[in-house]
Each structure stands twice: as structure tokens, then as C-alpha cells.
């Protein structure tokens, strides 16, 4: 994948005129084409009841917490809106449309495992990695603790463990890989699910499914899925009955964010060229005879 | 020399400039296909029939329209849900008694979003079955069940604990909950009545006082209660968290009226003091007994305004004709020696609403009170006027 | 120009009251920095979800790289160009730059969680080509090795043929003095290598650093976003470079009560305008191309933040440094120097701290006393260690009649006299 990017970087640095065109058919096919088929989850918020199994299911699957189901019957903690964090990868918070303020709806929120994402072009040292089956996955090993990835999501996703002095992680969802979901399982929090608000299937399906359901409900959903193309498209998306402005799902442009640094950074170092010229430039001024002009010119 | 200075900066400039145009931002164009229409869109397999239409999740909405009214007596009264017994004891679904609400609101659609002529397809005949493992397109059971109970047990109680409904199994870990005082489940729903007439005292000063009449709404349009009470759920009543006042705008208080009364002027329902419902016989055309059992779309176009109708009988009874009209129906058989008469020889320039004209033949000044020409009948013949 | 100078170790006391208050905010940031290794970042910092990087990052490392490129800036000008009057100069902004880069190293090694996986990487399967933030980490950690090697002919001219080790290590004295004289035969010789590679990877990360907040266009404000972030970094860090050595020479000279170098700095100083100009000319024309203009005119806290920048920052300094009354005074070289440094500490805060905004914060964050104090015990403890240094090594440059009279060590003459 970053190779292709990598070998259209060069074509593009080369011949300026071709720059536009090319650029954004480069956005389209640069994408793995694993992304199509691989795992993904629709949110269905309209059929969300808010009922926090999927936080405690995942509670109970990485040993966050470890509360008892009871705790997350608690429906007095909708009065605020929570984050995820180290100890809880995913909450879901209580929003209302502001058209139909007497009906509550539901956002469960959690990494949205994007299909380019800037935690992982941002990693320092390869911690994060996208896998070619979606999801988006850390490797404390590696980990130095830059933070970095906190800084770059666009959705304040990753958590850290500020309190651990000595093993700080990075924290959020790791789409249950652990739970192997080549072999027809799948995430803790979408079997959880009573309502079943979360389908997991192939990305291409669940957009498919998605926007079947807008067509068949046009009342209930607005004609939006969110994450299909939000920074340049999610594993996770989510249907809503209002306009997610509401939610605290950020809004957020089509563009995929890695590019921005990628490019220039591809550019400046491509076959370490530019580096390499610089230094022989330099070398060669270095080699020249001292400039004694220069140094009769200079101020007394 | 200046020139030989500055390269490596120029240089350095030229690239990240480069870069800079490189990595600036534009929106990728997307292909939109159109919809194909096919049998596809709603089967999976080729071949469907009637006993397997191995259907997607279609729209509950497109499928509403094979339902059928199904009586009340036909549906059982409870059934056990037990796909759990190994975790909780079998549900107790009190059928009779949902269905008893859900006349309150859509009927039986309202959960059996498919429910064709004799039978009545359970649940668990199309969700989770084993001829649609993974259909991604349809609830499984469970995500069915928990739909339809919890989307509307939701709304009163916002109680999602799985022990509302379950009861754990004996041996398991979940915790077992003592039965909620305030929790309306297992009540019948005392009945519903329909008030005649609403009075409202609204802050319009030319008319503070708006006579809804409600019966008449119903009788005359054939309103169900949901197509008005729309929003009125379980919750609208019995929600435990559902504030004490909700004000609203003078657009929402008007919205239900506006559905059909959008072009009328205030005074159309404000007024200073309260008002009879309407009478036919206020128009000038007093019903009788035969129009009086029409709805009004029976002679007025529908979706359209009601206004003034023609009087002629012939406007709405294009049919009638000399030969074939029995007189009988308006309560009067004629004797045999009218029943040979031109029906303008009494009936002037065809003027049927007006009282037949005797003089021309008889100089007694009768009427067709004083001597009608005929027997007066009580119970006409029904036939003829519908 | 003034009689010949050279380079010697300066011979005073090393605490002085100021020194003294400078030595206990180094030790209240020491135990600052034992207080995070013990308890974590959390119990120190007031870093969060929302705000991963603080005034650490900001300051600590981000500023501290700005604030090194004297070192390569000198380089540049008195070796790859040959001005050779700046030789007197390169010798302080090389201490500088190494000091100030291995604190940028210290720096990065509180802020991050796992301090100990800071080798990272160094491990060809863990490089992150995609990374800017790889790209910095790479390129200081080669940096810092290329300003040892740079500092080391320093060390070589310090102790060559005067190692006396005491006691029974003194039989090393022979071997270790030999090496010095082989290190010092070779680093003759190859030195150029380092000095080149010392303005490429300066050129390299000082534009890294700048881009490793293009990658957050959804959470950065408007003024400070920017693709051209990289080349304005570049470019800042190229024009702080000489105004860093002006305001440590003066300061310097007036620790050391030594005559401060007009000519020499004036002459330096000469360049700023035009850096300065260009990083003006590139950063208008960034608002202008991106319609940003309406930001820097809503009088809103970072608007007010912009403005100082690029007026206190950049404009003012431009002035005073073109104008040649004010450039050969000390107070102007001074002010327009500190200006300079200042505008560009402001920038990098605003950058990393003021334009980012985390998308569900309601507080903004403010660093907590004790980041605050780790901060200025780092600085303080680059005082101290740059006050050691010159102390011991042939670095500040004092009239060579002045020397001779002073020194009793004619040996560090002749060095510095062959070395020539």
C-alpha cells in the first residue's frame, strides 16, 4: 500500500502538470483492496435501546473493570457524556434530536478502526497497525509512549494509562481480534447486543445493507452513513434517525488524513534524494576556495 | 555568489513547495449507480413461492399491505418463549394482552409486520431460522424478540435489565430483581373512551375557545385514533421520566389540524363561544335518511375541499332514469294513475327538491301533503338509493 | 576587528548567586523528573485523552531543537562557507547545540510512557517510514551523535598529551592519550563528513518537526494549519539560529564579566532581516492562499497569540537588526535577538499547545506546576552544564595578549595556534 503511494509520489513530484488529475484518482485506488471485504460493524442507532451490554460485554471480555452486569443498568450515567478510556474501550452516551427531543437515541462509540488511519501512519515505531482484515491493532512491545497517536485521531480514540509509572498502554478497541473473527465469531459487544443495533459483516455488505435501510425507512434514518467516507471511510459506521451533528460523532471530511504528512514526507525523502542533493550541494560549496570577497564585505 | 548561497535553501523550498502541492486536499469523485429493479430486490432465491418466499428484510412498510385484519379470537392467548432454558426460565408472553393494546394503535401489524390471509406466521418461522443463517438483512430471533418488547417496555419504564423480562434459571450467576411496584407490565389496560367534543381555551383573543368535535371527526372522516394521536405511545402516558409540562409552539399545537385545515382561516375553529357540531341541515340540504348513513366522500370528491353539491339527484345518481326509479324510496309508492305520469309533469323543470306542482291537473289547491298521490310507506326498500 | 582571539577554558568561580538560584530550580526539577519516573505521568502532568502532548513536547523538545540551530547555523556560514571570522562563535553555539540536543533527548525521554523502549527506533523492523515523528526521532538521534563527534576535537584539544589520571588508573594514561592523538588525526580528516551531515539532518528534522501537526487538520486551528508548516519551521529555525548565538554570547560575556563580540554578532546579526523577511513573505502569503485573514482578525486568545508572533516575532526584530545604530549596540543586538528567540518560542507553543483542540475537551490544558518545574530544571540544568563545560573546555574566545597574560597554560595556545 505505501509503496503504491510511495511510486505515485514520484510520478507526481516529477511532472507537476499531471498533479490534480492524478491525485485524486490516487485517493480512490490507494486504499487496500482488502478494505472492501474486510470485517466491519454497522451501529444502527435508531434501533439502539441503550441498554450497555455492549460495555459490559467488552468490560468482560479485556478484563477492564471487572464490574458485574448490574453496574451498567445504571442509566443515570446518560446524564453525562462519557468517553472511552483505559479502563472502558467503548461507552455509549444518550443524545436527543433536537426536532423530537422526547425520544432518546443511542451512540455507542469506541475506535472506528479506519481504513487509513492516522494513528497508525503517525506510530513511530509500527505499534499501530491497520490489518489487511480491519482491524486497526497495538503492540505494546513497540510501543515507546509518544502519544503521538492520541494527538493525530480524529476521533479521540486512543486512551492512555497515565497512572501506570512504569508499563503505560495505549488503550482502545481492538475490534476483539483475539476472538479470531476469520472463524465466524465476532465482536464481544456485537453479540452482546440484545437488539441487535451492531451488524458485523464485510464492509461492502454493511454499506450495501446501510443504505437499503435508509431506502426502506426514509423516516427513520437520515440519509447519511457515517464513516462511509469520512476520512476516507471507517470500519465502523453508523446510521442515525438524526442529523449527527446531534451526536458526538465529529464531523469530518471525506479526505483520508495520512496523506497530509505522507506526501511530504515521501517527497522530502524520496530514495533519500533530496537529503542526498543537499548534501553534496553543500559539500561541494564546502570544497570551494574560501570566498574572500564575501570577507572583505563584512561589517566592522 | 548570492545565487550559490541560497541553493540549498532554494532547493529546499522547491521540494517542500512541491510537497506542499502534492499533499493538498480535494474531494474524490464517486460513481453513483442507479437502482436496478429486479426480483432480486426482494428474494434471495430464483424461484420463491408462496409457502417459501425466501424474502430479504423487506421494508415492514411494503409488506404491510398483504396483512389482513385478523380477529382477536383467532390469536392465542399466551405462549412460552423458551430458546433460553439454559440460562433463564421460558418467558411468559401474554399474547391476548398485547393485542388487546396494539388495537389501541396499529393492530396486529404492529408486530407482525407480515401477516398474509389464515395464518399468521410466528416469529421464529423467518428470523434465525436455518434456511437464512447470516443474512445479514434480518434480525436473528433474538434481535427480533428484543425489538418488538423492547423498543416499547423501553419507553416507560427506560429499564433494559435482562431480568424484566427473564427470569434467571435456578444455578445461574445472573442476579434475580424484585418485581417493580411502579412497572405497568401484567395490567390490562383499562378502556379507552371517546369523548364527543373537546373544549379548548386557547390565548387567541378574537376567539379563545375552540370546539373540537371529536366523535364527529371520527364518524364523519373515519379517523383511527394513531392517524391523530400519532405520537401517543405507551410512554406518552405511563413514562416514568416524561416531564411534568412540555410547552410547545404555536406550530406544533396546530400540527394535527393543519394536516387538513391548512388553508382555513382562524375563525374556522376559534371562536367566542363554544359551537354545535356540524348539521347537515345548516347547508340547505337537509340529509335524509338514506344519504345520512354515507360518509361524506360518498358524494363529496375525496381530497378535495367540501363544498356545495348540486342539487340535482341526477348529478350523483347518473343512473336514474324514468323507467328505472322506484318512487318508493322517498317513503311514498305512487298510486297506479301517477305511477303512468312523466315524472315533470309533477316535478316541474325537473325541480325534485322542491314540492311537486298538483295544479296543473287538480284546481282543488291540494298539495302532496294534504292528498298525497300514493301510500305513504314506513320502511322504503332499501336497494334503490345506494 | 580586535586583536586575534582563541579559544581557552574560562578560569572564574563557578557559583555565583545567580548561579546559585539557577542550581536550586535545577534541583526542584529534578525532583520533578524522579517524581514522574516513580509515580508516572499522571500523578505529574495534566496531560489527558484529549491532550496528549503538553508543555513538554512543546517547550522541552520542540523548542529546544528551534532554539539548537545555532549550531548548524554557525556551521553552516563559518565552515561549509567559509566565513572564517565566525570561527570564534561556532565553538559556543556548538556547545549549545549539543547541550541543548541532548536535553531535547532527556526531554523526550520523561515525556514518553515506556522511556525505556526510547531505542526503539533505531530497529530497522520498527522504522515507520510514514512517520514524521519517526523521521525527527531518527534524525536527532543521529544529530546528537554528529554534534559528540563535532564536540569531540574540543575534547581531544583539552586533554591531548595532558592526561593525568590520578593514582592507579594513571597507567591509562599513555593508551587514552594515544587514542586521542589517533581521534584526533582522523577527526581532522573526516570532520567535514559531520559538519555536512550536521545542516542536512538539521534541515531534515527541524521541517519534520513541523509537520507532525499537519497530520491533525480536523483538530488544529485555522491560523496555525498549514501544508507549508514543515518550510516555515525550516525556515524559523534557520533565522532563530544566529539570534540564539547573539543573546548566548552576550549573556555570556556578561556572566563572565568578558567583552561582549559587537562586531562579530552585528555581522551575524546582519542576516536575521532577511530569514526573517522570508519567513514573513511565506507566512502571508500561506494566510493569503488559504483565506485565513478574517482568524487573525477576531481578536480571540489565539488571535491575539497570532499577531504577537508574527509582530513582536518577527516584524519588530526586523526592524531593530536593519537598522545598523541599533544592530552594533548591545541592547539592540539584545532585543532584537531575544525578540527573535521569543517569537519563535511562541510559535512552537502555538503550534503544539494553543492551535490544537481536542474535539471534546471543555477545559483547555495548562501545564501543572510540576511540568512547569521539570521544564525550567531542564533549562537550568543546560545553564549549569554549558557554565561546566566552558569552564573546562576551550570554548568562549578571548583575546589572545589577554590570554597569554592570564593563562599560565601556554600548551592550550599552541594547540588551538596548530589547529589553525
Known sequence: ?300 | MISKKYMPAVAVVMVLLLSYLVSGSDISQRDSQGPKIDCQECHICDVPTGRRPCLKTCPRTAMVHQAVKHDLSEAPDSMLLDELVDEYQAVHFNHKLHAEMAEMGGDCVTCHHYSPKGHIPPCKECHGGEENPNNLNQPTLKGAYHRQCLSCHREWSHDTKCVVCHIPAAGTTIADHPPDSTDIMGISHPVITEPVKKVYHTPYEPGEIVTFQHKEHIDLFGFRCVDCHRKENCSYCHDIQRPATTSKTQEEVHAICNDCHIDDECSKCHDVKERPGFSHNTTGWPLNRYHNTLDCWACHPTGKRISKLSKMCASCHAGWSQENFKHAVTGLRLDEVHSEMDCSDCHTDNQYDEDPVCSDCHDDDRTAESAPPGMKIKHPGTQSSR | ?420
Open chain 3, 1 to 420: 576587528m580586535s586583536a586575534h582571539e582563541i579559544p581557552v577554558p574560562i578560569k572564574q568561580q563557578y557559583f555565583t548567586p545567580g548561579v546559585k538560584v539557577v542550581f536550586a530550580v535545577f534541583l526542584a526539577g529534578a525532583v520533578g523528573v524522579a517524581y514522574r519516573f516513580l509515580y508516572g505521568l499522571g500523578a505529574v502532568t495534566n496531560l489527558d485523552n484529549g491532550y496528549g502532548w503538553g508543555i513538554w513536547i512543546a517547550i522541552d523538545v520542540s523548542c529546544g531543537v528551534a532554539l539548537a540551530a545555532g549550531g548548524f547555523t554557525t556551521a553552516a556560514i563559518a565552515e561549509i562557507f567559509h566565513k572564517e571570522k565566525y570561527h570564534v562563535i561556532t565553538r559556543p553555539a556548538l556547545l549549545t547545540a549539543m547541550l541543548g540536543y541532548t536535553f531535547v533527548g532527556f526531554g523526550v525521554m520523561i515525556d514518553i510512557g515506556r522511556w525505556y523502549n526510547i531505542w526503539h527506533p533505531m530497529l530497522p523492523d520498527m522504522w515507520q517510514g510514514n512517520s514524521a515523528l519517526f523521521e525527527v526521532g531518527i534524525c536527532v538521534m543521529t544529530y546528537v551523535t554528529v554534534l559528540y563527534f563535532e564536540f569531540f576535537p574540543i575534547v581531544i584539544e583539552r586533554f591531548k598529551s595532558r592526561v593525568n589520571l590520578p593514582a592507579i588508573i594513571a597507567v591509562l594514561n599513555k593508551p587514552i592519550d594515544g587514542i586521542l592523538h589517533i581521534a584526533d588525526k582522523v577527526l581532522r580528516k573526516i570532520g567535514w563528513v559531520f559538519i555536512i551531515a550536521g545542516v542536512v539532518l538539521s534541515f531534515a528534522h527541524q521541517s519534520s518537526l513541523g509537520t507532525l501537526m499537519v497530520l491533525v487538520p480536523t483538530k488544529m486551528h485555522p491560523l496555525w494549519y498549514t501544508h507549508l508548516s514543515p518550510l516555515l519551521f525550516l525556515i524559523s529555525a534557520i533565522a532563530v539560529g544566529f539570534p540564539m548565538v547573539v543573546f548566548e554570547s552576550i549573556l555570556a560575556s556578561r556572566s563572565f564579566k568578558l567583552k561582549p563580540e559587537v562586531p562579530i554578532l552585528a555581522s551575524l546579526a546582519r542576516y536575521t532581516p532577511f530569514l526573517l523577511g522570508l519567513y514573513l513573505a511565506l507566512k502571508i502569503g500561506d494566510l493569503t492562499i488559504r483565506e485565513v485573514w478574517p482568524y487573525v482578525f477576531e481578536f480571540s486568545t489565539e488571535s491575539w497569540l497570532f499577531m504577537a508572533e508574527l509582530v513582536l516575532g518577527v516584524i519588530v526584530p526586523m526592524i531593530i537588526l536593519s537598522i545598523r545604530k541599533y544592530r552594533r549596540t548591545v541592547g539592540g543586538l539584545f532585543t532584537g535577538a531575544t525578540l527573535v528567540i521569543g517569537g519563535v518560542v511562541l510559535n512552537r507553543i502555538d503550534v503544539f499547545l494553543v492551535a490544537y483542540k481536542p474535539l471534546y475537551q471543555t477545559k483547555a490544558y495548562f501545564p501543572s506546576i510540576w511540568e512547569i518545574l521539570v521544564t525550567a530544571g531542564c533549562i537550568s540544568a543546560l545553564i549549569l552544564l554549558y557554565r561546566a563545560f566552558v569552564m573546562i573546555f576551550p570554548v568562549i574566545s578571548q583575546p589572545e595578549d589577554e590570554v597569554a597574560g592570564r593563562m599560565d597554560d601556554t600548551s592550550v595556545k599552541a594547540n588551538f595556534s596548530k589547529a589553525r
Open chain 1, 1 to 300: 500500500m505505501s509503496l503504491g503511494r510511495r511510486d505515485f509520489l514520484g510520478l507526481a513530484a516529477a511532472s507537476s502538470v499531471t498533479l490534480l488529475a492524478g491525485k485524486s484518482l490516487a485517493n480512490e485506488q490507494q486504499l487496500p483492496k482488502e478494505c472492501k471485504d474486510a470485517c466491519a460493524v454497522l451501529v444502527d442507532t435508531a434501533v439502539c435501546i441503550g441498554c450497555r451490554k455492549c460495555e459490559w460485554a467488552c468490560n468482560r471480555q479485556h478484563n477492564l473493570s471487572n464490574q458485574d452486569m448490574a453496574a451498567f443498568d445504571d442509566k443515570t450515567i446518560f446524564k453525562i457524556q462519557r468517553r472511552p478510556d483505559d479502563k472502558a474501550y467503548t461507552v455509549v452516551n444518550e443524545f436527543r434530536d433536537p426536532s423530537n427531543p422526547e425520544k432518546p437515541y443511542y451512540t455507542k462509540v469506541q475506535c472506528m478502526h479506519c481504513l487509513d488511519p492516522a494513528c497508525v501512519s503517525a506510530c513511530i515505531v509500527g505499534a499501530l497497525e491497520k490489518l489487511p482484515n480491519g482491524p486497526v491493532v497495538y503492540d505494546a512491545w513497540k510501543c515507546i509512549g509518544c502519544r503521538y497517536c492520541i494527538v493525530a485521531c480524529p476521533f479521540q480514540i486512543p486512551a492512555y494509562e497515565y497512572d501506570n509509572a512504569l508499563t503505560p498502554q495505549v488503550r482502545k478497541c481492538t475490534f476483539c481480534t483475539e476472538r479470531n473473527l476469520a472463524e465466524g465469531n465476532v465482536p464481544a459487544c456485537v453479540e452482546a447486543c440484545p437488539n441487535e443495533a451492531l451488524t458485523f459483516g464485510t464492509r461492502d455488505d454493511l454499506i450495501g445493507l446501510a443504505h437499503a435501510r435508509i431506502k426502506a425507512y426514509p423516516d427513520r434514518y437520515v440519509d447519511h452513513v457515517y464513516g462511509e467516507h469520512e476520512v476516507g471511510g471507517t470500519s465502523w459506521m453508523y446510521l442515525a434517525p438524526a442529523d449527527f451533528k446531534n451526536t458526538e460523532l465529529p464531523e469530518l471530511p471525506p479526505d483520508r488524513i495520512p496523506p497530509n504528512t505522507e506526501n511530504i514526507q515521501h517527497a522530502v525523502f524520496k530514495w533519500f534524494v533530496p537529503p542526498l542533493a543537499l548534501y553534496g550541494l553543500l559539500g561541494l560549496i564546502m570544497a570551494s576556495k574560501p570566498d574572500k570577497e564575501n570577507e572583505q564585505e563584512a561589517e566592522k
